[in-house]
């Protein structure tokens, strides 16, 4: 294992450029931080080539079962003090663990190979999501609701932004992700028989009324201004969730999960999937 002490060390200034944007996509690279996103990576067989600890900083005692599982993997291992780490992590209370991946950008036709779905296919298009928390959150729910894949269409959100990483709690390395363009995307679906149930406040049917047990894709649009025209019109079915107070619109990812825990939970209640029962004590909800 590489000693690193010194804030001025080479290693510790290129993984701080490469929490720029700009610095990131130039060399391909992702900064996963934290024990749980790291065992996500890993559930995913996401490539960790370097792995940067601090184990004063350490929180739980399971992080040495991952430190060695991700060296097993051809993780380069570094020991960081503690000055050194916290410039270089994203977190204001990092854990002590922050890895460095590549960055794996998929097409549409990437997808065929890897998507694993329990009952009809369904699927997740966000279009022009705008805030790297809300994409992140809607990775989550979409892992947690059983969606099949994730397509980013027309996206103006950074994919490897630190704060995607945090709020998809490491659900970026096991989601099936594809970004394309609205027209691509569309056709794809089409072809594969998907309906494409469009989110709008402003149409006249609840989102409840509508059939999801089928092949579904769920497609909602940016945080400002909503789905274009495009999708409004290229969708078999645009749904709204209904408004009782004086807010005008939800959160974007707050939608997004209750549209999806819809086509769930009418996917369970006509048998086409089986809820995977209870999480454990201790787990996070």
Known sequence: MIQITSVQNPKIKQVVKWRDRRHRDRDQKVLVEGYRA??????????????????????????????????????????????????????????????????????????????????????????QIEKPGNLGTMLRSADAAGVSAIILCDSRTDLFNPN???????????????????????????????????????VATIYTAVDMTGPVAIIVGAEEFGLSDFWLQTADVCARLP????????????????????????????GAVKDSGAVPNGADC
């Open 164 to 202: 995607v990483v945090r709020a998809s709690t490491g659900n970026l390395f096991t989601m099936p992700i594809a970004e394309t363009t609205s027209a691509e995307a569309a056709a794809w679906l089409k072809k594969r028989g998907v309906q494409l149930i469009a989110s709008s406040p402003h």
């Open 38 to 127: 790291l065992t996500r990576a890993i559930a995913g067989n996401y490539p960790i080539d370097e792995l940067y600890i601090c184990p004063e900083l350490f929180q739980g005692e399971n992080e040495g079962a991952l430190i060695a599982a991700l060296e097993q993997r051809g993780a380069t291992l570094y020991e960081v003090a503690a000055p050194a780490f916290h410039k270089m992590a994203y977190r204001d209370r990092p854990e002590g663990l922050l890895g460095i991946g590549p960055q794996r950008h998929r097409g549409l036709a990437e997808l065929e190979a890897i998507i694993a779905t329990q009952g009809p296919e369904f699927y997740l298009v966000c279009e």
């Open 243 to 270: 408004m009782m107070g004086e807010a005008d619109s939800l959160n974007v990812a707050t939608a997004t999960t209750i549209m999806l825990y819809e086509v769930l939970r009418q996917r369970i209640a006509c």
